[in-house]
């Protein structure tokens, strides 16, 4: 096959302790998965039915990366998030079949234009201009399962030039590790690559240029974002 023009490489993340990189299919991202943030968000954290956004693979960037200040928005904020790496394709899997789909763990951080994102809410509009913009999917280096295990519980925090912003445990997940997976599953066939975020906790709040803000999951390692001055 050949190309009218070169194409754009394959997005990608680093993989922790090797040189060969996980590539990136599709970034799904699970919206409300903690009760206080729910609540924070002004809804009712009734464990109905989880609900998804996406992000483009090429939204990805590395643990240390400066991300500059995104355009349309005045109110970027951090979201702190446990993110499921994808190994093996699967369609409609049990929540018990579900783990072996996930290849690694990694430590995320769902960058938010907030006013976009609420507007468009409130608006019945896709979300897409609040969630899905460029460099909004920061990713830290991805853990093997073989390496961590299984993960259902672990403390996950969030610093913003060191001030301790947002934390919580993976245990308070509405909707587990394996139940989003199942549950994905069967609205998409789930192949190897895709990134899944999965929900952050209460505490999201603003970045303004010159912020350095630090995630850290236990097991996982931290994930370092610098938001920088606005791209011209
Ligand atoms: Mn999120």
């Known amino acids: 096959m050949t190309f009218v023009f070169p194409p754009q490489p394959t997005p990608s993340v680093v993989v922790g302790g090797e040189s060969a990189r996980f590539p990136v299919r599709r970034i799904f991202c699970v ?31 590395d643990d240390g990366a400066t991300v500059p200040y995104p355009p349309l928005t005045k109110n970027l904020h ?98 587990s590790v394996p139940e989003i997976v199942s549950i994905l599953s069967r609205a998409v066939r789930l192949l190897p690559g895709d990134l899944v975020y999965t929900g952050t906790p209460a505490g999201v709040g603003a970045l303004i240029p010159g912020d350095v803000c630090v995630v850290e999951i236990e097991g996982l390692g931290n994930l370092t974002t610098t938001v920088g001055e606005a791209a011209t």
């Open 78 to 175: 951090h979201e702190a998030e446990l993110v499921l790496a994808i190994g093996k394709p699967g369609f409609n899997v049990s929540e018990v079949d579900a783990w072996d789909l996930i290849w690694g763990y990694a430590v995320g951080n769902d960058l938010t234009r907030r006013d976009l994102q609420l507007e468009a809410r409130d608006k019945g509009r896709p979300w897409d201009w609040g969630k899905a913009f460029d460099n909004s999917a920061a990713c830290g280096p991805i853990r093997k399962a073989t390496d961590v295990g299984r993960l259902e519980q672990g403390f996950i925090q969030l610093t913003v030039n060191g001030a301790i912003r947002q934390q919580a445990d993976i245990a308070d997940l509405i909707w």
């Open 31 to 61: 919206g409300r998965n903690y009760e206080a943030h729910a609540r924070e968000m002004g809804k009712d954290p009734t464990r109905e039915a989880p609900f998804f956004f996406t992000k483009p693979a090429d939204a990805v960037v």
